[in-house]
């Protein structure tokens, strides 16, 4: 029946921002594949994962820059406050495979529940997060020992490298080059 099928996204090479929240979610028991996009400039969190049954699969996908927040404010006041990770798991299930998780403007990974999360990261790089690369759910609790990590590189400073082939660096903005009475100096 129709009231029994979980929705499913399937998002493949694609450029995804957002200036308003959110890039990509999967929520309610739905399922989202994700493969070699580039997720990123997401006013919140370049993928959120919550609910029970909830799943997100990701490959070769970069998520980058994210969290910072927007500047743009509505007629009710608000935009969106700076702060969020790359990737939040509230709830579900993610498995993160061969993907870029870096620059985001809190965590690069956060995964909250005690109870009802696994989260599976492989062969992926962690780097120049904000906070720290990855929260895991507290030692001992069901969640954690349902997580698995394996051949990450996870770094709070360094280069990262691109898995989508969509990523285009951020560099510091040109410095203003020296008025002419300024080159000059003063004689």
Known sequence: TPGSIMPTAIVRGCDVRSNSGRGVVSI??????VKGCNIHHCAATGIYVGGPGSRAEIETTDVVYNGRGSLSTTR???GVGRGHSGVYLEQGHARLTDCNVSENALTGISAVSHDNATLVLERSDLVS???????WPPLGTASRNRCRDRDNVMAAEGRWRCRSGLVIRETAPPTRPPAEDDAAGER
């Not at 309610?28 to 594949?33: A, C, E, S």
């Not at 997060?129 to 929260?135: F, P, V």
């Open 129 to 135: 997060n904000a906070a720290d690369q990855i929260e």
């Open 76 to 78: 009710r006041g608000g």
């Open 28 to 33: 309610d028991g739905g399922t989202t594949k």
